[in-house]
């Protein structure tokens, strides 16, 4: 039977994702088998692979949007309730004509959350440090450019001090300053702050700068593992049909 547990691991209590034999689908569709991974505190995973080959289903699935069909999900019982888990999604839906400042924005983050007035601005205060937007709390959101609206996005997850964090196509039509300067956001929070870290991402060159690990997704399966072991050459070429040079 599919199951999504929280049992405490026999070995490694690094292991705070980890999966086994997983199927993922839509009704009578399956999009994804035998997914099999562990992901370890403090590594920077990487997803990457065609469109349609099953990186947002994944996403659903730890974010318990989809229930697994076969095989296990499993998360280390500090993360089995997901309140450590934090999503950085590829663009904001709010509403462009709302008069909101940055700190309205990224306090939105707390939503559901019981936190008093004055740990409620020190969150604040320290999300925004650590993605480079301090001192602009007070600023119209909609005046940011497109790279630091997208760290307030990440500072909108921050301020809820995930340990783990998702990130879906989050430098998606940003251009190449812009990427840079988010990149090295999350590689701060990784190295310095130990979050573990997972990216979806279509360009490949990101990936192989920055994965300790990476998942190649193709046609319903997933290769886990070593980032430089994963995102080689041959691999690369099976997945995408086509031979693919990575600088």
């Known amino acids: 039977m599919p199951r999504a547990s929280a049992e405490r691991p026999i070995a490694n209590h690094d292991v705070i994702l980890k999966t086994k034999g997983l199927a993922l689908g839509y009704g009578r569709r399956t999009v994804l088998e035998d997914v099999t991974l562990e992901v370890c505190r403090g590594q920077c995973w ?3 692979g065609p469109n349609g080959s099953g990186k947002t289903t994944f996403l659903k699935a730890i974010l318990g949007m989809l229930s697994p069909r076969a095989g296990t999900l499993w998360f280390h ?6 309140e450590q888990i934090g999503f950085v999604p590829q663009r ?3 509403n462009p004509t709302l008069p909101t400042t940055v700190r309205e924005f990224v306090l939105l983050g707390l939503a559901g959350l019981r936190v008093k ?4 601005g020190a969150r604040l205060a320290w999300a925004l440090e650590k993605v480079g937007l301090a001192g602009l709390e007070s600023q119209d959101y909609w005046s940011l450019s497109g790279g630091q609206r997208q760290r307030a996005l990440v500072a909108r997850t921050l301020v809820r001090r995930p340990a783990f964090l998702l990130l879906d196509e989050a430098t998606s039509g940003l251009d190449w300053p812009a990427t840079a300067a988010f990149l090295h ?10 979050l573990t870290i997972l990216f979806v991402t279509h360009d490949l060159a990101i990936a192989a700068r920055h994965a300790t690990h990476a998942a190649l997704f ?4 997933v290769h886990a593992g070593p ?3 994963v995102l080689s050459a041959a691999n690369l070429e ?10």
């Open 46 to 48: 990487f997803l990457v």
């Open 77 to 82: 019982p500090d993360f089995a309730h997901r």
């Open 92 to 94: 904001c839906d709010l």
């Open 117 to 120: 007035r004055r740990e409620e």
């Open 185 to 194: 956001t999350v590689s701060e929070l990784n190295r310095l702050d130990g």
């Open 218 to 221: 193709s046609a319903g399966r």
């Open 227 to 229: 980032g430089h072991d």
């Open 238 to 247: 099976r997945a995408y049909g086509t031979p693919i040079a990575l600088p």
